[in-house]
């Protein structure tokens, strides 16, 4: 059984830089895309970006897009979102999902994902 599990969350001032990480266990990682969602309160969870399984294919939404980067190291199962010059409207519980089809021609939805981690908390505030 898939076990994703997110961290590198937590409280930075604006403009500020935070690296989440997303581990599997039980599964390994290489054949799977993986997409990186986030839920303010009240808010509906939203994708943000995608990365096929090979690495070879990237995607963001247009409000992360040039400060939000995402990469994987397949040899240790783990895929980094690395979130430069946040903002006051980042923060969000951030989330993985990972897929079996391994794509990611274009950011998928919610429904495309087979497995979910816990989320981690990110909060920007001066």
């Known amino acids: 059984q898939l076990q994703l599990v997110e961290s590198g969350g937590g409280l930075v001032q604006p403009g500020g830089s935070l690296r989440l990480s997303c581990a599997a266990s039980?599964?390994?990682?290489?054949?799977?895309?993986i997409g990186w969602f986030r839920q303010a309160p009240g808010k509906e969870r939203e994708v943000i970006s995608c990365?096929?399984?090979?690495?070879?294919?990237?995607n963001y939404a247009d409000s992360v897009k040039g400060r939000f980067t995402i990469s994987r190291d397949n040899a240790r199962n783990t895929v980094t979102l690395q979130m430069n010059s946040l903002k006051p409207e980042d923060p969000a519980v951030y989330y993985c999902a990972a897929e079996y089809l391994g794509g990611c021609p274009r950011l998928l939805t919610l429904q495309s994902y087979d497995y979910w981690g816990q989320g981690t908390q990110v909060t920007v505030s001066s």
């Open positions: 990365i096929s399984s090979s690495g070879s294919s990237t």
């Open positions: 039980g599964f390994t990682l290489d054949q799977l895309g």
